[in-house]
Nanobody
Framework: QVQLAESGGGMVQPGGSLRLSCETA????????VGWFRQAPGKERDLVAG??????IYAESVKGRFTVSRDNAENMLYLQMNSLQPEDTGVYYCNVGDAWGQGTQVTVSS
């Protein structure tokens, strides 16, 4: 049974940083593409960043500010978010296949 658990969300001022973590279990972590999605209030859940066998991918809006990484030894996925802006506000979800974590709230506000 795949288990994903996000942490690290919070409230920050514009220009601040957060690092999200996703603890995973129940599957062979290093075999799969994994990613972070974001759901802003009233909007659909969209891909923010991911890691596939071919490399990393990012939404245009976060390129140069966010960095996705994984630790295969620890079965962990991370998202370093810098220069956060109010439009980055939302619930951030860890994803593998059709499995989702419970999400962690990120709020960027002055």
């Amino acid at each position: 049974q795949v288990q994903l658990a996000e942490s690290g969300g919070g409230m920050v001022q514009p220009g601040g940083s957060l690092r999200l973590s996703c603890e995973t279990a129940g599957f062979t972590f290093d075999y799969y593409a994994v990613g972070w999605f974001r759901q802003a209030p009233g909007k659909e859940r969209d891909l923010v960043a991911g890691i596939t066998r071919f490399g990393t991918i990012y939404a245009e809006s976060v390129k140069g500010r966010f960095t996705v990484s994984r630790d295969n030894a620890e079965n962990m996925l991370y998202l370093q978010m810098n220069s956060l802006q109010p439009e980055d506000t939302g619930v951030y979800y860890c994803n593998v296949g059709d499995a989702w974590g419970q999400g962690t709230q990120v709020t960027v506000s002055s």
